[in-house]
């Protein structure tokens, strides 16, 4: 079938059936939030895969995240198209290069550092943990960005940096000792892999042939994010045969602290000469009001929206002690029964302030789901998987020991009894005990739920890993998800999770929390370059809502006996003015207006 009535083209508006069923190549697509970029993706790939124009085992579409080629792989196997096609991270794709190479030649597989803070403080023992981080993080920066210890002094200037060690050089020469140690102890980091890989690629012409013609057909989602260590591997990977769609939004460009360069995306054209470029303008996730709050955040025109209208989005103002009360009752009143708290989400510019909400919630009695921010490495029901299984051991078969395991323990296989659940969680190692199977415990039937949910996680990650590493060992895996082991449980409960972990997602209502001068912008950010790139953040967050948005600020915090005064965000205000004044809350969006006017008096004092 080749019709527009193909299954495979239904619901699909003409600019994005233009986008799926083109042949062009390069391709890319360049389109707003909530367009259908990552649909487009997966049905392009399941398409030409159905038409005949790609073999799907040849295909491989690269993200981000872990979290993210879990969701692309799902949305394949909703379209029948997932079990040949591969969906990874750059990371796992070039470690999985690397292995190859090595099976394939004769030599010991790649040893990657257990742990790169330890061999700082070896380096500088006398730094606290902080600096280790910032040492750490600054030197994925600069690997991001090709940028070697010599010539630090310089970039680093360039791009406004701040060195961990104060003086450039001084960072300088931490880096270049971080590099000489790896070297004689003959391990990569996480980023060497990606160097390595590329390497490989431009000076072996074989293997590159190989790996070329093992990843004819490449995919790209979230390219506005790609740094340009990831990018020369991208296009290493590119041979003459190769097919290449890339799909981004540059407004959406978050992870420029990090090492992305959004400048990639607006120059692709350069970059890959006759490339196509297409655009998408419609919104098909949120309300117009939900739209229109996004385009007052980026001082712009909102996206059309095909949504019905809902409301607008509401601004509650409250202090600091009350916070967590006033946010349970919002999400209380809007929990039907029968229906999942997981239409529910909750976002924040940070992590340390979801901890306090998440523990509060809880103690409210309201579920809430782990969040993509906490690794599967470190929770106890994982450790006892990890233990059962040695590391020279097939990963395929471990899988397949511990998924029976499960399926036994949890009773049915799918909704566990709890005397299955009491059996195989509570003691002992599982039917069989063939050494693949762990013992691990859990006392209530929620808690059971949610080891079940995180052990499954965890296999699946697995399961993606065999899909570019068929041979793979345990200790090959669990060393891959060293660099990105962020799951999200499977149970129901409201989602808690950063700005930046919510990219790509989205949920019927969310809630927007913590929006005070100091977090949004984050403190921080103080170039301007920064400071567009927290605006852009906000963004994302405010486009994650399909139905319903609402912005919660505190005028006060506390610290112990300390009170702080704070300031709503200025791109509350921004939203705020966009209201249409019938929403029947004047009494907060005047609240929005007086902190703030308080704000630019005391700063018109000050100077
Ligand atoms: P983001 O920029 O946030 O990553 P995106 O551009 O990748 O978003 P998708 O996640 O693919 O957008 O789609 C957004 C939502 O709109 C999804 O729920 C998707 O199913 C829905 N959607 C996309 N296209 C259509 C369409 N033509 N008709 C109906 N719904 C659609
Ligand atoms: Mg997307």
Same mark, same amino acid.
């Given at each position: 079938m080749t019709g527009d009535d193909h299954p495979l083209l239904a619901g699909l508006s003409a600019e994005q059936r233009e986008a799926v069923t083109t042949r062009a190549s390069p391709l890319c697509l360049i389109a707003g939030a909530g367009s259908g970029k990552t649909r487009v993706l997966t049905r392009r790939i399941a398409w030409h895969a159905d038409q005949g124009h790609i073999d799907p085992r040849r295909t491989l579409a690269v993200t981000f995240t872990r979290r993210a080629a879990r969701e692309l792989r799902s949305r394949l196997r909703q379209l029948g198209a997932a079990g040949a096609v591969k969906a990874g991270t750059f990371h796992s794709v070039a470690l999985a290069q690397l292995r190859r190479h090595a099976a394939d030649s004769d030599r010991r597989p790649p040893q990657i550092l257990d742990n790169p803070a330890k061999l700082i403080a070896e380096l500088? *023992?006398?730094?606290?943990r902080r600096t280790r981080n910032d040492i750490i993080a600054e030197i994925s920066w600069c690997r991001a960005r090709l940028v070697t210890a010599g010539d630090y002094p310089a970039a680093a200037k360039a791009a406004g940096r701040r060195a961990p060690l104060g003086r450039y050089e001084c960072f300088a020469g931490t880096f270049g000792d971080y590099q000489a140690a790896k070297r004689k102890r003959r391990v990569l980091d996480f980023d060497d892999v990606l160097a390595r890989a590329t390497e490989m690629m431009e000076s072996l012409p074989q293997h590159a042939a190989a790996q070329r013609w093992l990843h004819r057909h490449l995919l790209v989602d979230e390219f506005q994010d790609i740094n340009p260590l990831q990018f020369r591997l991208l296009k290493s990977w590119l041979g003459p045969d190769s097919t290449l769609l890339v799909v981004g939004d540059p407004d959406q460009a978050i992870y420029g602290w990090n090492g @992305?360069? *959004?400048k990639l995306i607006d120059s692709v054209a350069e970059h890959f000469p006759g490339c196509a470029v297409m655009h998408m303008r419609t919104? %098909?996730? #949120? !309300?117009p009001e939900v739209l229109t709050a996004a385009g007052r955040v980026l001082g712009r025109a909102p996206q059309p929206a095909v949504r019905p209208p809902g409301g607008d989005p509401t601004i509650t103002v409250c202090d600091g002690a009350e916070e967590a009360e006033v946010l349970a009752r919002l999400i209380r009143r809007r929990h039907r029964p029968g229906s999942r708290w997981r239409r529910q989400a909750v976002l924040a510019r940070t992590n340390s302030q979801l901890e306090p909400l998440r523990q509060a919630l809880l103690q409210r009695n309201i579920p809430v789901v782990t969040t993509g921010e906490t690794g599967l490495l470190r929770r106890p029901e994982i450790a006892a998987v990890r233990e059962s299984w040695t590391d020279n051991a097939r990963l395929a078969s471990c899988v397949a020991d511990t998924r029976q395991w499960l399926q036994e323990a949890s009773g049915d296989g799918g909704g566990a009894s709890d005397d299955g659940h009491n059996a195989a969680f509570g003691i002992g190692n599982g039917p069989g005990s063939s050494g693949h199977t762990p013992a691990t415990r859990a006392d209530t039937p929620a808690a059971r739920a949610d080891v079940k949910a995180f052990i499954e996680a965890f296999l699946d990650f697995a399961e993606d890993h065999l899909s570019l590493d068929p041979d793979a060992t345990a200790g090959a895996f669990l060393t891959s998800l060293r660099a990105d082991d962020r799951a999200l449980g499977r149970g129901d409960g409201v989602d808690l999770t950063t700005f930046h972990g919510a990219k790509g997602q989205e949920w019927p209502i969310v809630y927007l929390v913590g929006l005070e001068d100091g977090y949004v912008p984050i403190h921080h950010a103080r170039t301007a370059e920064a400071r567009a790139e927290e605006r852009r953040l906000l963004h994302v967050a405010v486009t994650r809502a399909q139905q319903e948005l609402h912005l919660l600020w505190c005028d006060q915090r506390h610290n112990g006996d300390k009170t702080f005064l704070k300031a709503p965000s200025p791109w509350v205000e921004a939203i705020s003015? /966009? %209201? #249409? /004044? @019938? !929403? /029947?809350?004047a009494d907060n969006v005047a609240a929005v207006g007086r902190a703030r006017e308080m704000l630019r008096a005391k700063r018109d004092e000050q100077r």
């Open positions: 500088h *023992p006398s730094s606290d @992305a360069d *959004p919104n %098909f996730r #949120s !309300t003015e /966009g %209201f #249409s /004044g @019938a !929403t /029947g809350q």
